[in-house]
C-alpha cells in the first residue's frame, strides 16, 4: 500500500514531467481520438489513418483493444510484436478471430539478438522489462529486431503508425529508429518508468523521456498529446 509521502512524490515527478514535456506540445489541426480501452487506449489522429496503412504495435501484453479499434474502424493491417510468454499465450488464445491482428512473437530493440526480459513484479503481470524496471532477479530470454529487420522481414517499405508500450526499451529503441531513417507519420510510445520515485534508474528515464522527445523533434515529429506518460507524435510529412 502507498503511504502519503510516497503518493505526494509520485504526485510530484508526474507533474514536473507533465509540465516539462507540455513545453514541446504544440496544437494540430487533425482531430485527436483515444482508441482502445484504459490502460490500453492511446491518442491517435483519426482523419489521418487510412485502411491502406501499416502499423506496428509493440508490447501487447494482454491488451488488443486498441490494435482491434484500428482494425474495426479503418480496416488497417495491425502486426503486434510481443516475445513475453504471458502475451504469447494470450495471442494464441484469439485463434483467427482477427485476419487483419498479425501477431509476432519478436521484441524490438537496437539490434538483431537475444536479450533478457526480467520478469513483472507480479506472476499475473505481462510487464516484462529489458530495463529490468521492477528489479528483478528472474528473467527469460527471447529475440528481439530492430525496426528495419523486422521491416524487411515482413516485406514492408514503411510504416505508417508505430505504438510501442515497451517497458523502458524506448530509451534504446527510439534511438535506433532515428538513426535508420524510419518514419512512420504517428508514433505513440509510453515513457516507462521503475517504481520507485527517487533513484539513479528513475531519473535516467525521467531526463531520458525529454531527451527523446527532443531528438524526435528535430527530426520532424511534433508532439501533439501527453496523457500521463504516454505520448503522442505526428510527423510533419503527414502534413503535406
Request: net charge negative.
Amino acid at each position: 500500500m502507498l503511504t502519503v509521502n510516497r503518493l505526494k512524490r509520485l504526485t510530484r515527478r508526474e507533474y514536473w514531467y507533465d509540465r516539462l514535456m507540455k513545453r514541446h506540445l504544440v496544437s494540430t489541426r487533425h482531430t485527436i481520438e483515444k482508441l482502445g480501452v484504459g490502460y490500453g487506449g492511446w491518442h491517435v489522429p483519426t482523419d489521418m489513418i487510412q485502411s491502406d496503412w501499416v502499423v506496428y504495435s509493440f508490447g501487447i501484453g494482454e491488451d488488443i483493444t486498441f490494435d482491434l479499434d484500428m482494425i474495426d474502424r479503418f480496416g488497417c493491417a495491425v502486426h503486434g510484436f510481443d516475445p513475453t510468454p504471458r502475451a504469447i499465450e494470450y495471442a494464441e488464445s484469439l485463434g483467427d478471430a482477427h485476419p487483419n491482428f498479425k501477431f509476432h512473437p519478436l521484441g524490438v530493440w537496437s539490434e538483431d539478438t537475444t536479450i533478457r526480459f526480467y520478469n513483472p513484479r507480479k506472476a499475473h503481470f505481462a510487464s516484462y522489462s529489458i530495463l529490468n524496471l521492477r528489479h528483478q532477479d528472474d528473467y527469460i530470454e527471447a529475440d528481439v529486431r530492430t525496426f528495419r529487420s523486422l521491416m524487411t522481414k515482413l516485406g514492408h517499405d514503411h510504416v505508417d503508425l508505430i505504438k510501442m508500450d515497451i517497458e523502458g526499451a524506448e530509451q534504446s529503441v527510439l534511438p535506433n529508429l532515428i538513426a535508420d531513417n524510419v518514419r512512420p507519420r504517428v508514433l505513440c510510445v509510453e515513457y516507462d518508468q521503475p517504481v520507485e520515485t527517487f533513484s539513479r534508474l528513475a531519473l535516467q528515464c525521467f531526463i531520458r523521456a525529454l531527451k527523446l522527445t527532443r531528438a524526435l523533434k528535430a527530426v520532424g515529429y511534433h508532439l501533439v498529446v501527453v496523457d500521463g506518460w504516454t505520448t503522442t507524435y505526428i510527423h510533419e510529412s503527414a502534413n503535406q
